[in-house]
Structure formats: structure tokens, C-alpha cells
């Protein structure tokens, strides 16, 4: 398979990569990883992504892009004052997206009500800079499916990134025109069955890859890293195991998932 694939979601901004960054990256690109969307969590965390593109970008030239946003689990901290700075950040080269947006009522890290405030805030950053959105949600399909209705005449399109719901979630996103994001999840045996059973209902022109790295290290790897810390040149095994559970072939896949992530981030 020649095909280069897109990680439309990575933590390189993570601690667990400050010793090997540039090693990380080369063994991405040694993989077949064309590009990497770098998440942006904070506002400490977006710069940090923005500082890493700018970093590598004669290293790797056209490979490294990040979202900026205030994850759920941070949107104790959002303002005013935060708004404006992402509005000024995105206008980075670099930056392809709005988010890590959304909710997340599984940890409640912040309260429901600032996670909302939070989350509206971004849609309409979204809206007004015409930039697509990348959004997380865990626990709270109803409430966030309520906000999108309302909001989705006014964004371009947006990609639910780590999706772990369930089927009637899934076609209430996939109504809504958006975007799904598998990673990997649907390699876990005891965690992943839901999603294995799903991902074939996921249009192709409608489906994206990612790793989540450092997170969610994909079990069908043979042979684990004994830190255990996941990384972008693990995204075939993701692709390999979403294979297991569609018609198309690898190739087929590998072409239309980095083919949808060209178009969504505009890269």
C-alpha cells in the first residue's frame, strides 16, 4: 500500500513526547503518515502546537497542522479574553481548525453549564472564521446533538474526532452531515466491540483516521512499545483493523480517508 494517510488527530503538545519529538515524527513519516493534525486543547496547549509546526517545518515541510481550541475538560478556563486569543491564533498558516470542542459529561472536569458556554463560544468562532470544526464528546450525544441543530447552518463542517457512541448517535451525526473519526478504539477487544460493529454503517465519504497519541496504543499491534505510549506511525494498524470490518479494501480506504481529510482541512 503506497498510500500516504492523514492523522487527523494527535497530541504531540503531550509531555510523554518532549524526549523524542523529532524521532516521533520521522518514524510517522517512515510509515506513510503525510500529515498530522495537531490537536490544540488550551490556549497553552495551542500555542505549544503552533510552536511544534513552526519547529519541524523545514525538517518536514507541509506535514505538521493544529486545531485551536478549549477542550471540555478546560472549559473552567475559558473567557473573553481566551476567545479573542484563539480568534487570533487561528489565523496561524499553520491552523486548519477550530476545536478540541465539545462535551464531555463522562468526567465533568468542568461543569456542564461552562462546558456549554465554552462550546457555543467555539461554534461561533468557527462560524465566523469560516474554519471547520473538531470536536470531542463523550456522555452527552443529547445535549450536544441539541447545540449542533442549532448551529449548523452557520459552520462549514465539522468531524465528531474519537467517536465511542452508539448507532442511534452515530446516524443522528451522520444526518447532520458531519464528519466521523475512528481511532483505536475499535482495536480494543473488550472496549471496541460497539464500534467494530458500526464502523461499516460510516459512509466512506464520511469517514477520517486518527491515533489520539499518546493515547489509545492500538491492541492489534504484535509487538507493543513497552512504554505503551501510542504515536502516529501506529495509524496503519488502525486502518488495518477498520478494514476487518468494511467491503472496501485497504487501499480503497487508505485513499478516501486521506482524500476526506485533504478536503475537510483544506491541506
Avoid at 500516504?4 to 520521522?26: A, H, K, P, W, Y
Avoid at 472496549?191 to 496504543?217: C, F, H, K, W
Wanted: hydrophobic content about 35%; overall charge negative.
Amino acid at each position: 500500500m503506497t498510500e500516504l494517510l492523514i492523522d487527523i488527530g494527535v497530541n504531540l503538545s503531550n509531555s510523554r513526547f518532549n524526549d523524542d519529538l523529532e524521532e516521533t515524527l520521522q518514524r510517522a513519516k517512515d510509515a506513510n503518515i503525510g500529515q498530522l493534525i495537531l490537536t490544540g486543547t488550551s490556549i497553552l496547549e495551542t500555542e505549544e502546537v503552533i510552536r511544534i509546526c513552526e519547529k519541524f517545518e523545514q525538517q518536514f515541510p507541509k506535514m505538521l497542522y493544529a486545531t485551536v481550541g478549549i477542550h471540555p475538560h478546560h472549559a473552567n478556563e475559558y473567557n473573553s479574553q481566551g476567545l479573542k486569543k484563539l480568534g487570533q491564533l487561528a489565523l496561524h498558516k499553520n491552523v486548519v481548525a477550530i476545536g478540541e470542542t465539545g462535551l464531555d459529561f463522562n468526567r465533568n472536569f468542568s461543569t456542564e453549564a461552562e462546558q456549554v458556554k465554552a462550546f457555543e463560544a467555539q461554534l461561533e468562532l468557527a462560524s465566523n472564521q469560516h474554519m471547520p470544526l473538531f470536536m470531542h464528546e463523550r456522555d452527552a450525544a443529547k445535549r450536544q446533538l441539541e447545540i449542533l441543530h442549532e448551529y449548523r447552518d452557520h459552520f462549514t463542517q465539522g468531524v465528531i474526532h474519537c467517536f465511542t457512541g452508539d448507532r442511534e448517535t452515530l446516524y443522528r451525526y451522520l444526518d447532520l452531515d458531519l464528519y466521523i473519526g475512528v481511532t483505536g478504539w475499535i482495536c480494543d477487544k473488550k472496549r471496541g466491540n460497539q464500534l467494530q460493529s458500526l464502523v461499516s454503517s460510516i459512509p466512506l465519504n464520511r469517514l477520517m483516521i486518527e491515533t489520539d497519541a499518546p493515547y489509545l496504543l492500538p491492541q492489534n499491534i504484535p509487538e507493543k512499545p513497552k512504554n505503551r505510549r501510542n504515536e502516529p506511525a501506529f495509524l496503519p494498524w488502525v486502518l488495518r483493523e477498520i478494514a476487518n470490518f468494511r467491503e472496501e479494501s485497504l487501499k480503497t480506504i487508505a485513499k478516501e480517508t486521506s482524500a476526506n481529510a485533504k478536503d475537510f482541512f483544506k491541506i
